[in-house]
T-cell receptor, first 113, second 111 residues
Framework: SQTIHQWPATLVQPVGSPLSLECTVEGTSNPNLYWYRQAAGRGLQLLFYSVGIGQISSEVPQNLSASRPQDRQFILSSKKLLLSDSGFYLC????????????FGPGTRLTVL | RKEVEQDPGPFNVPEGATVAFNCTYSNSASQSFFWYRQDCRKEPKLLMSVYSSGNEDGRFTAQLNRASQYISLLIRDSKLSDSATYLCVVNMGAGSYQLTFGKGTKLSVIP
């Protein structure tokens, strides 16, 4: 069966510090991978998605970036965090080339102070 | 116009009640439709897909009206454990790998 891991679970960072969130998927090959952010009281906002190694599509211009160094690894980064980066960051995967349901990881709750 | 709009809620209902959530979407090319459930401070999880003919899963019934671009979710005999936020989710259209999520409707089932 497939599983998706995210870490860390919670993170408190000062403004201007760097960020690296990691997501890995097990039990499937060549998944589509997604990063979302859910700010307090708001819906899920798609940040990045990837259909293959090294292929990243950005949905929202911002100070965040994503990378996919391995087939089942997706990393979200920032060089300098802003207060507005606080939120619940969720990684998700779907079957390759699928328009189907997405499976979410447990999320990382980021607070920028 | 927002891409996916839902009833703002919150819905506070007694146990055993029937409750209905509505959702409209703006992209007529959308092909896949879902209801997700999100518990407080947890990740969203798929509740059910929504098919053109309508579908039922136990106490839950989902309906799709393509002409009106409207989706609904009906929960019968509400349980305390149904308390959560329900997200309406629509794919972006033909060939798209992206899903668009509504902001969700919060349901509280009261003893």
């Amino acid at each position: 069966s497939q599983t998706i891991h995210q870490w860390p679970a919670t993170l408190v960072q000062p403004v201007g510090s760097p960020l690296s969130l990691e997501c890995t998927v097990e039990g499937t090959s060549n998944p589509n991978l997604y990063w979302y952010r859910q700010a307090a009281g708001r819906g899920l906002q798609l940040l990045f998605y990837s259909v293959g190694i090294g292929q990243i599509s950005s949905e929202v211009p911002q100070n965040l970036s994503a990378s996919r160094p391995q087939d089942r690894q997706f990393i979200l980064s920032s060089k300098k965090l802003l207060l507005s980066d606080s939120g619940f960051y969720l990684c998700a995967w779907t079957l390759p080339l699928a328009l189907d349901e997405q499976f979410f990881g447990p999320g990382t709750r980021l607070t920028v102070l | 116009r927002k891409e996916v709009e839902q009833d703002p809620g919150p819905f506070n209902v007694p146990e055993g009640a029937t409750v209905a959530f509505n959702c409209t979407y703006s992209n007529s090319a959308s092909q896949s439709f879902f209801w997700y459930r999100q518990d407080c401070r947890k990740e969203p999880k798929l509740l059910m897909s929504v098919y053109s003919s309508g579908n039922e899963d136990g106490r839950f019934t989902a309906q799709l009206n393509r002409a009106s671009q409207y989706i609904s979710l009906l929960i019968r005999d509400s349980k305390l454990s149904d308390s959560a936020t329900y997200l309406c989710v629509v794919n972006m259209g033909a060939g798209s790998y992206q899903l668009t999520f509504g902001k969700g409707t919060k349901l509280s089932v009261i003893p």
